[in-house]
């Protein structure tokens, strides 16, 4: 599985570290609460809900450099479209490799 990394946000700051912890303090803030949500959703089989969270969470997976597991997501969320969890064991696998690396920060 691809790691997360900072390579984009460093590249977007252009080395203004105070950009950098502002952006890194809001995917962690902000991260933790919408995988919540996210469960929630799909525990009660809301799946235009949990497409939607999918949808945002995407946008944290592409500012962490996981370029494939954007993808992966991508199909996921499609597949909520449709009333199909095909894809959640990849999708909630990337959600705990984001978990994990937000610790080291």
């Known amino acids: 599985m691809e790691q997360p990394n900072l390579n984009y946000i ?3 700051s252009g080395g203004n570290k105070d950009f950098e ?8 803030t902000e991260f933790p609460q919408e995988k919540a ?3 929630k959703n799909l525990e009660a089989n809301n799946y235009k809900q949990t497409a939607e969270n ?3 969470l995407k946008h944290k ?4 450099g996981l ?7 991508v199909n ?7 009333h199909s969890t095909e894809g959640k064991i990849e999708f909630e696998a990337i959600l705990q490799n984001i978990t994990d690396f937000l610790k080291t920060l």
């Open 37 to 39: 949500i996210y469960f």
């Open 76 to 82: 996921y969320e499609n597949n909520l479209m449709a």
């Open 54 to 56: 999918v949808h945002k």
């Open 10 to 12: 460093y590249n977007m």
């Open 67 to 73: 370029e494939n597991s954007y993808a992966m997501a």
């Open 21 to 28: 912890k502002k952006i890194i303090h809001i995917i962690k």
């Open 61 to 64: 997976i592409s500012i962490l």
